[in-house]
């Protein structure tokens, strides 16, 4: 039993039962931007969405080289998504997760 707890507990699309409600939610995190539009991927961690974000700024600066004083960037930001009973919901990180993923001076 507890062996199953654990498994469930490390799996990709954990189920979270709330207290108050008894519904079903489901969190995870994405690269997303404007104009580039989401990396595709469904995060555990805001840190591995970072991880995306950084990936997506060197991609842009292999492809399009640095013309001083102009650069190309990427316009990816993580976002945490919140499935409740199969509506999604896209929320900014709040203060807590960014101190957590940029540290102090985010």
């Known amino acids: 039993m507890f062996q199953l707890l654990i498994q469930e507990m490390h799996s ?23 104009v580039r539009g989401s990396c595709g991927h469904r995060h555990r961690t ?29 316009d990816r930001r993580v976002k945490k998504f919140v499935e409740t009973d199969g509506v999604v919901e896209v929320q900014d990180l709040n203060d807590i997760e960014k101190e957590q993923l940029y540290g102090s001076a985010f």
């Open 46 to 74: 805001a840190k591995a969405a970072d991880r995306c974000c950084e990936n997506d700024q060197r991609a842009i600066e292999i492809a399009y080289p640095s013309t001083y004083p102009t650069r190309a960037y990427s």
């Open 12 to 34: 990709e699309r954990t189920e979270i039962p709330l207290a108050s409600e008894g519904e079903n939610m489901k969190i995870w995190y994405e690269a997303v931007g404007e």
